[in-house]
């Protein structure tokens, strides 16, 4: 019903200023607030998607807020989500592909050099643009985990993560 977002643009703008993520966009010219939303949408819908929470949702289509949720009302987004999800955001920003799968990446297998030619052989085929699934990032994770907010469906650490 109401699937507002769990951390406002004013608040992505100074918790990626604070880490050094730039929000200048492919153009040089910084990111409209319209932009910096579909960002945030976006980290919103990996928190949705990926973590198991205790608790109820309040409404279907988002997460937060939730009922029976120790500590936090039923109108209230924990500050761990708020941050878990400002920290995907910046990571959309910086062009971790998150939730849109990643392209095989071709690796050398075997490569000869000679004087009149050069033989590479590939791992595997870079042309046939197969996507291999998500980047999983551990400190969304972690925060979560930490304020008690996941329930025990939520799996191991993957290792992958920049600033937090």
């Known amino acids: 019903m109401a699937n507002s977002l769990y951390a406002s643009v004013p608040e992505l703008t100074t918790y990626a200023a604070e880490r050094g993520v730039s929000l200048l966009g492919a153009s040089g010219v910084d990111?409209?607030?319209?932009?910096?939303?579909?960002?945030?949408?976006?980290?919103?819908?990996?928190?949705?998607?990926?973590?198991?929470?205790?608790?109820?949702?309040?409404?279907?289509?988002?997460?937060?807020?939730?009922?029976?949720?120790?500590?936090?009302?039923?109108t209230t987004v924990p500050p761990a989500v708020r941050r878990a999800t400002l920290y995907i955001a910046c990571h959309l920003i910086e062009g971790l592909p998150i939730l849109?799968?990643?392209?095989?990446?071709?690796?050398?297998?075997?490569?000869?050099?000679?004087?009149?030619r050069i033989e590479t052989e590939y791992?595997?085929?870079?042309?046939?643009?197969?996507?291999?699934?998500?980047?999983?990032l551990d400190a969304p994770l972690y925060m979560l985990s930490r304020a008690g907010l996941l329930s025990g469906?939520?799996?191991?650490?993957?290792?992958i993560g920049l600033r937090g």
Do not use: W
């Open 123 to 136: 791992a595997t085929n870079y042309k046939d643009n197969t996507v291999q699934g998500y980047v999983m």
């Open 100 to 116: 849109e799968g990643q392209k095989a990446q071709s690796e050398i297998k075997r490569e000869v050099v000679a004087s009149n």
């Open 31 to 74: 990111y409209t607030e319209s932009e910096m939303r579909v960002f945030l949408r976006k980290a919103q819908d990996y928190v949705d998607l990926v973590f198991s929470f205790n608790g109820e949702a309040v409404y279907d289509d988002s997460a937060f807020p939730r009922y029976n949720l120790k500590d936090y009302d039923d």
């Open 153 to 159: 469906e939520n799996t191991g650490f993957n290792m």
